[in-house]
């Protein structure tokens, strides 16, 4: 059998920089004080020059709701000498079981991120994040994942997440 695998989005296959022109920008109480256009704004894990940061391209299965990025983290990700910060890798595993529950459950957020760093990750090695919906109870989706080097050998990370689908009744975010 056929598993059709869509790509997400990856450098060279029209993964231009996203651009969100008409944000809001919110006050401490999370109410919009000011409409502007943050023509500056770009998604997180796209902020950085080609090459420097993160690279990475993801691929969707829909049968299975599984989600696979594969990253490489660049030299302005460094945390301790030589190794990927580990913000920088709680923001890909974020990023891929994010995809994952968006492209399962529509709009949704992160609720609650658990993340096991077994093994520090070199900078600029190529890794595999594999995410997975593991169930569904009404608005909430708990997708895990793990991150390996290619070879399969070494496990850097394991997580657990929470997304929770955005209530149309409720009017923040
Ligand atoms: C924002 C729009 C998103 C639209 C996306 C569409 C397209 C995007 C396209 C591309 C993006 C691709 C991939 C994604 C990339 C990156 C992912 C990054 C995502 C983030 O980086 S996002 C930022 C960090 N994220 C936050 O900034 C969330 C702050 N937070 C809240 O905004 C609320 O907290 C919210 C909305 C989460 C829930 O609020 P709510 O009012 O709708 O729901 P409520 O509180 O009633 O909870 C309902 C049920 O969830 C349980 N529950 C809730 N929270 C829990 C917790 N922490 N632990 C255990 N259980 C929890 C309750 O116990 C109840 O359970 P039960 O029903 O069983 O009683």
């Not at 708990?142 to 009744?169: H, I, R």
């Amino acid at each position: 059998m056929s598993i059709p695998i869509n790509l997400v989005r990856g450098r060279g296959v029209g993964s231009g920089r996203p651009r969100q022109d008409s944000l809001c920008l919110r006050g401490a109480d999370s109410k919009p004080v000011k409409e502007e256009p943050l023509s500056q704004a770009r998604l997180f894990p796209r902020s950085l020059e080609e090459g420097l940061g993160f690279e990475y391209a993801m691929f969707h299965n829909q049968v299975e709701n599984r989600t696979v990025c594969i990253l490489q983290g660049g030299p302005y990700l460094q945390g301790i000498p030589g190794f990927l910060h580990g913000g920088a890798i709680a923001t890909m595993i974020d990023s891929t079981v994010g995809m994952c529950a968006v492209l399962t459950g529509g709009a949704v957020m992160t609720a609650n991120l658990n993340i096991n760093f077994r093994r520090p990750i070199p900078l600029c090695s190529v890794v595999v994040i594999n995410s997975q919906l593991d169930k569904i109870e009404g608005r909430k989706l708990f997708v895990s994942c793990n991150v390996q080097s290619l070879d399969e050998k070494t496990l850097y990370s394991e997580a657990t997440s929470l997304f929770v689908k955005l209530d149309p009744k409720k009017t923040s975010p």
